[in-house]
């Protein structure tokens, strides 16, 4: 490696970060960057106090947003941990948007500043514009105008019809917002123009649709029998329950359909997310490892500023053992990265048990290689194809199961040659969100009848809800209207039934 | 491409609306926070918010999830001894490893409560939400006895020393170039034909012009030259107001009986309902100074530790403090510039004489000179004669003087909040 090593040559001299120096590291990372073939969204850069980082942390980083208590509550405890000093501020957001916003926070040095570019303005955001699933999910160019809309909307509606009225039907959407998302159909990309020559027409023909579901005039007898034939509603069980929600409820405010939706929306905004952890995180990790390597390598910063740089990344890819007291789950960041460098590693120089492992893989240029595990996979996919033995056996991952009626835990799997695979298999099932969160989907409606409304949850593994499981099913019933029952089933047999009448709320 | 941006002086409160929201929301867990609060400080200390405590589980937002039970499966990091096939006993009332997947980290943290800060002004605006002080107007409207000196612009009108001279000079100026404008344009233009003639002048009809010219010219000068210098109506004066000076100074006697009959427990609930009053007239006033007067059968000044923490025992002459506070008065604190408030607390015990002596003293010496004077009775039992000398002087003077019955520590605030609850017709103040 040639490096030329005359001082002058630095970016910057002391720890001390200014606009210049900003601008020049943004420079010479992004045309590392894009040697390296990474396609990005323009980036937004925006230096930023700890106080705002804690405001932006406070609105799951997003840059605005509607009011709601729960925001408070996330505020005054991020504020509470980071004076007490248990947690350090996290250095960087980045917003899926475009521009991608990233937050640069005034109290770092140099080094840090770099390391968030290279993070977050690199790394993230060419994962944001790559990855399929945020390519069919989320629309970054319109993201911002949207949260702009949904924050006066509800604004408007909370002079309209009071803050209490709102937040009580923002509460209910919030419990429910983990299924709001449709899995499998595309939606259509948001608009801010469209939603809003829309959103009239949309209430009022909403509000019809749903009359005509609820009619209640006498109609013909002949009609009538037919009727009643079809009389299973939802013809399918449903799983988005607030789209059916939005779409069905019969007392609904036309209002409050429109909150759904929003609430609905930004979970489906957050969807790729909670599906691309490893993935995304790993992807940074790694990019941020390499542009900052290959800033030295160029001779563009010193020795210190690459220890120390070495020292962070370090820390940010530890990950403790399960018996240590910082144990908090597997490191998304440790983890990602661990698989992505790997992947060269086994393009570079492949070993005997990868070309078995790795037919396909080995002796291909490894750029390609990354960019294609980058753009066409989501954790649990990624983690079923390209966790190598290799690093299962550095991070020793072990699988346990643990039946209720035993009083042991098994101890299923471990990182040898026999339990790879279903170790591989185990890890990416934890991170497979049908299996992480319970199936619950609208059962039927007794259209005639009461108007009660059954939701059923299929048991996976005999797995139980939760404790809250009662408190969500008020708040389902406070948007449905009327009786709302949860059967817990496993196979076709009920094993247990939430029930929330009428009349208690 | 890349755009960087300073954000630093954007505002930094945009979560402020949503602390506000929560705030608003969980009222009833920090009213109770502030009580307590209230309960346990002393006196003088404020100069602080507050830690507010809410148990975790009741601003817990729900969600569908899994819970303990059926068959779960994890992956975990750091195998050390394990082999497969290993069984392990599950630890007991542990987590057991069932579904530790997920957001580990939120809920690392169990059962534990949700804690947060109030600002010391939020503090204060919870304990004292619809208080308000009696009498802190009409004291304002009526009796203000300083004044300061205001300005409050010019006026044509005054005496000369008042002039403003500045003023003055300036509008005669303006005036002067008012009134001469149009004969100093006829000047200058007299001055030019005069200048042009001059030179070229050779007929007679314009030598006769020239003259001519000559003479309009001294004439204009003149009447340039009259313009007074300065006119009465160029005169301004400056103009002051007396402003009525609230006084922003405060005093209030903290009376308590330390007689045997009083046990520490009734001092406490004493020194909760004084600190109330503290928190309160620190408030709304500038400066508070606080008088302790402690009395068996004397009455003494005291400190605030001697105050609530000494005992001794004796009998108990009520009148001897309020005496005591009435000579303080008039040494120390005229109503003129104070605003005094009293607050006595007892257990209602007094030499029967005695009471006759005390309500004398209140109707006649001290009601008068004090904003409010409030009487808490701190006991169990049935009252006493105190209790009744007493009701007769709230009665003659219902304005000015309150008394209240605690049984106990519960009663404190409630009692406190009756006592000083804002009024219908003050509300608008």
Redesign the interface.
Known sequence: MSRATSKSDYLSQGPDWS?ES??QY?IEI?KIAQEFGLDTY????????S??M??AY??VGMPLGY???????Q???T??NY?RGRMGLAYEIVINSS?CIAYLM?ENNMMMQALVIAHA?YGHNSFFKGNYLFQTWTDASAIIDYLVFAKKYILDCEEKYG?EEV?LTL?SC??????GVDRYKRPIPLSLTEEKARQDEREQILQQQVNDLWRTIPVSEKVEQSKLKEAVFPSEPQENLLYFLEKNAPLLKPWQREIIRIVRKMAQYFYPQRQTQVMNEGWASFWHYTLMNELYNRGKVGEGFILEFLQSHTNVVY??????PY????NPYALGFAIYSDLKRMCEAPTEEDRRWFPDLVDRPWLEVLHFAMHNFKDESFILQFLSPKVMRD??????????VD??????????D??FHA?RQ??A??YNLSY???N?QVQRVDLYGDRSLTLRHT???????????M??IK?FKRLWGFEVRLESCSGETILQTYNCDSTSL | MSYIIDRRLNGKHKSSVNRQRFLRRYKEHIRKAVEQAVNQRSIQDLDRGEQITIPKRDIHEPHFGHGQGGKGSIVHPGNKEFASGDRIPKPEGGQGGGSGQGNASNQGEGEDDFVFQISQEEFLDFVFEDLALPNLVRKDLKEIKEFNLKHAGVVSEGTPSKLNLVRSMRNAYARRMVMSSSSRRKLAEAEAEREALLDSASSAEEKARLVWLDEQIELLKQKIESTPFLDTYDLRYNHHIKEPRPSSKAVMFCIMDVSGSMTQETKNIAKRFFILLYLFLHRNYEKIDVVFIRHHTSAKEVTEEEFFYSRETGGTIVSSALKLMHKIVKERYSPDQWNIYAAQASDGDNWDDDSRICKQVLAEDLVDLVQYFTYIEITPRDHQSLWYAYEEVQAAHPDSFAMRHIVEVGDIYPVFRDLFQRRQHESSH
Not at chain 1, 459 to 468: E, H, K, S, W
């Open positions: 606009f900003i601008e943004d992004g323009p980036n937004q850069i925006e230096i930023i106090s106080e705002q804690m405001d406070a609105s009011h709601h208590w729960s925001y408070g509550k505020f005054l405890e504020e509470q004076k521009p005034e303005c803050i937040e509460d919030h419990a429910l917002m983990n299924f990950q403790p053992s399960f018996d240590s144990y908090s789950g597997i991070f020793r991952f072990f699988g346990i199961e643990n039946n209720e009083p042991y835990v098994e101890v299923k799997e471990i990182h040898n026999e339990g170790l185990r890890l099932q934890q992480r969160e319970p619950i048991m996976d593994n005999g797995r139980p809800l939760n404790d809250d499981t408190e969500v708040h």
